[in-house]
């Protein structure tokens, strides 16, 4: 079956850089969520898009940004880059939000981001 | 606030069964879900509970009693590819935010 894409699954940058991370959903699912995970923490949550909507947002810092395209794929664009963004980066996606009738949210593979 | 705790780490033996408890508080609880992750990987979906109750799966099930804010992952007849860490996350109502818990890493010895 069909699973969440990333890519790149490994990414290394330098402070100030830019970087851009791309996530394919499973199909059919109209919910994308972005969760940043440092080492040896829990993922905290970023942004989420449903429809290709802004759907709800987290702690994600002023210098993220991050859109849903008409083919439901999504990018995180990173800028002015700081050795604290080093972590995975995970997109997940969902039929109808974390709380639907159908609640399975499902993780790509992740993109590690390092910041040197 | 919110908040999500489970035990930081457990050891058990293989062919064994062990519970994984989290508890949580959390305003607007919508479902609790638990997802196995090994070290570097995409945490893996494994259950996702809404109502009270026991739901199996296989060598794992999952409980959640609402009114105590209390749920457990039982896995039965451990394997060793079982070692790894078990999130469980709080589902609210109205954000697509999930809370995660810091996780139990879980160590299964032959």
């Known amino acids: 079956a069909a699973g969440v894409i990333q890519s790149p699954r490994h990414l290394i940058k330098e402070k100030r850089e830019t970087a851009t991370l791309k996530c394919y959903p499973i199909?059919?699912?109209?919910?994308v969520y972005w969760y940043q995970q440092g080492p040896g923490q829990d993922p905290q949550f970023l942004i989420s898009?449903?429809?290709?909507?802004?759907?709800d947002k987290g702690s994600i810092p002023d210098r993220f940004s991050a859109q849903q395209f008409s083919d439901y794929h999504s990018e995180l664009n990173m800028s002015s880059l700081e050795l604290g963004d080093s972590a995975l980066y995970f997109c997940a996606s969902s039929l109808q939000g974390p709380g639907g009738a159908f609640g399975e949210l499902f993780f790509g593979e992740g993109s590690r981001l390092t910041v040197l | 606030g919110q908040n999500i705790d489970q035990p930081t780490e457990m050891t058990a033996t293989e062919g064994a069964i062990v519970q994984i408890n989290c508890t949580y508080q959390?305003?607007?609880?919508?479902?609790l879900f638990w997802y196995q992750q090994h070290a570097g990987e995409a945490p893996t979906f494994l259950s996702y509970n809404v109502l009270d109750g026991l739901e199996e799966k296989g060598r794992f099930s999952s409980f959640l009693s609402r009114s105590k804010g209390y749920s457990y992952l039982l896995l039965k007849e451990l394997q060793m590819k079982d070692s790894a860490s078990y999130l469980c996350a709080a589902s609210m109502r109205y954000t697509d935010k999930l809370i995660f818990g810091t996780g139990t890493r879980l160590q299964v010895f032959p």
């Open positions: 199909p059919r699912h109209d919910t």
């Open positions: 959390t305003s607007g609880f919508n479902g």
């Open positions: 898009f449903y429809e290709k909507m802004q759907s």
